[in-house]
């Protein structure tokens, strides 16, 4: 079972590096050790935090150039990510188990949709612009309440929303996507912890599987056509929802 954690961690790792989707892997392989479905994605919050800061020193420049632009959507998707949080532990684990399938296959689709969606509003040729306006910081402020709930396929639904706000420098749009999931994360992690939720022992091997395949996946991205590995995450995305649905009428 320390394999399989581990193994599911580097798959994380890289993916994340490479095309996103790690909690297509995580979180069944979390479900497979035993863990109930509210404490693997409680646990699964705290094993994928390292790698969603990691990303932020190398994102220094465009942070800085964005300064008090970041102050709205960071505070969006932080409170976002408490209410989403706070409602997973409120309500209970076996209405988040009954919701698993609906979710697994909602996350499928946004990580199958977004690239597209994100592609027709880039066609607009808008200009870049702060997040700002009454739909885009709806929207950001939606998707994070699902961060902080459950969160797969998060990154790629953030990206299209910023692009849908103005955004078409892929630099900055990504930098502020990070930073925005890590506030999502930070606060959601906090609640989980102090919860009780949180499996400590599979957290930190899922975390160290995540950090090997981080560095993995550097070098795997200029081998291995992200196309084809996001088609590999839909097709596993779609059969976990299969399963989940038939496991769980």
Known sequence: MMLLLFGAGVAAGALNAVAGGATF???????LSGLTPLVANATNFVALVPSNFAALPAFRA????LGRDLIAPLATGATGGLI????LVNLGGDIFASAV???MGFATVLFATAPYIRQAVERRNRRPTELGGTV???????????GGYFGAGLGQIILATLVLSGYDDFHITNALKNSIIAAISLLSVAVYGFS???SIPHAIIMMLGATVGGYLGGSLSKRVPQK????GVIVFGSLLTIYYFVSHP
């Open 62 to 65: 465009e942070l800085n150039a």
């Open 228 to 231: 084809a590995l996001r088609i």
């Open 136 to 146: 885009p910081m709806l929207l950001l402020f939606v998707f994070s309440i699902y």
């Open 196 to 198: 009780g939720a949180v």
């Open 84 to 87: 989403g949080a706070l409602a």
């Open 25 to 31: 892997f995580t979180f069944p392989a979390l479900m």
């Open 101 to 103: 399938p609906y979710l």
